[in-house]
């Protein structure tokens, strides 16, 4: 029971933050897509960095069980179905949890998303066996991998550098590139001040 | 109006730390496919059925890796399940306290009404076709934008970096090409 009372707590607050940042904004995922507003991509990037510090951080001071990581393997598909996503996500200012928290907030076309999205969903569940047999789903690199080997993990790492240390400083690089990263990198950023909200 | 994006990234951030400190990492897009499994075996009872050591499925998917799909579909009252209808409410309660989304807004954003003009059938259309792609790239992938690229880059995994690199390689020509203007 108490991991369904943390489902519920860790999943409002996760849902309450996309609303905030504006990630279940189509205007805001178009702004930072097309480099005109990269306010969220300045977001995103410091949220992965400060997760990743915090995360690595508290392992090696034994604050957080390393038994908690799940890493997801890498194959050829991976790729194919990150664009994708990409292009999906680029079209309807959509991707799955933002999409769900979207529609609750009362947008109508991210209900038409869940939709498509059910089916897609239904439509990969039917053509998994010929996913499979192309080998296009089997492991590349040693299949799920991190970057560095992080002590009392599961999961080889693909250097043998300590994966706690490289992680709070790739963590580190994230919040850098955060706060340099210009607030558009294309023109016609500044003209569009949010409107209809 | 939107957080600063210092504060916004920050709490965010920390949102990904209480979770996989508590628990794991947050993942969404595999919901889908349970919530199909669901509504599949509700149609047809036989498409998911128990054995000696869980569930499985008539569905090669479903049924892969020890039918550990077919055994959340059969109980939804688990973590991951959980986690994303907590997210709806989460997003609700926090659009209504900043005053909710007016009515022209809900329909189509305003970035798609600048480019496109007042054609709410195009983007209910365009949302489900993007749908329908993300969803099913999501699952070729193995994960989506929560599981992949924001707790697979946090984990420095490999595959969050592909992930990431193919989405942004896809999403920044398309987002170009469709939203000239906004």
């Known amino acids: 029971m108490t991991s369904i ?3 519920i707590v860790i999943g409002a607050a996760f849902g309450a933050v996309l609303d905030r940042i504006g990630a279940t904004n189509p205007n805001w995922i178009g702004g930072m897509l097309t480099l005109r507003r990269l306010h969220l991509m300045k977001t995103i990037l410091l949220a992965i960095g ?5 995360m690595f ?3 090696m001071i034994g604050l957080v069980d390393v ?6 393997a890498a194959y050829v598909g991976v790729f194919i179905g990150g664009l994708m996503l990409g292009a999906g996500w680029a079209a309807s200012g959509y ?3 933002t999409g769900v928290c979207a529609a609750a907030s009362g947008r109508k076309d991210a209900l038409f998303f869940i939709a498509g999205g059910l089916l897609g969903a239904a439509a990969y569940m039917a053509t ?8 296009l789903l089997d492991d590349l690199a040693g299949g799920k991998v991190t970057l560095g080997s992080i002590p009392g993990s599961s999961y080889d790492g693909l250097m043998s550098v300590s994966g706690d240390l490289l992680g709070i400083a790739i963590g580190a690089v994230f919040v850098l590139v955060a706060f340099v990263l210009p607030d558009s990198l294309v023109g016609g950023g500044e003209t569009a001040e949010m409107p209809a909200e | 109006m939107v957080l600063n994006w210092k504060t916004g990234g920050l709490l965010l951030g920390l949102v990904f730390f209480a979770a996989v400190l508590l628990v794991k990492p947050i993942g969404v897009s595999t919901q889908f496919v349970i919530l199909d499994g669901i509504v599949a075996d509700a149609v047809n009872p036989d498409f998911i059925t128990q054995t000696d050591e869980g569930y499985t499925s008539t569905n090669a998917y479903m049924a892969k890796s020890g039918g550990k799909y077919a055994n959340s579909a059969a109980d939804p009252l688990n973590y991951s399940f959980i986690f994303v209808l907590a997210m709806a409410v989460g997003a609700f309660l926090s659009a209504r306290l900043r005053g909710g989304i007016d009515a022209v807004e809900r329909v189509a954003p305003a970035i798609w009404r600048e480019n496109f003009g007042d054609t709410p059938m195009m983007r209910y259309a365009v949302a489900f076709l993007g749908g329908f792609i993300v969803l099913y790239g999501a699952r070729l992938a193995g994960g989506c ?8 880059m946090m984990q420095t995994a490999l595959s969050g970096y592909i992930f990431a690199a193919g989405a942004f390689a896809a999403a920044i020509p398309t987002a170009m090409l469709i939203y000239k203007r906004g």
Do not use: D, N, R
Request: hydrophobic share 35%.
């Open chain 1, 50 to 54: 400060v997760g990743s510090i915090l």
């Open chain 1, 95 to 97: 991707c799955p949890g």
């Open chain 2, 145 to 152: 934008t929560s599981g992949h690229m924001m707790s697979g």
């Open chain 1, 67 to 72: 038994g908690h990581m799940s890493v997801k």
């Open chain 1, 57 to 59: 951080g508290g392992q």
């Open chain 1, 128 to 135: 998994y066996p010929a996913w499979k047999a192309t080998g």
């Open chain 1, 5 to 7: 009372l943390l489902a």
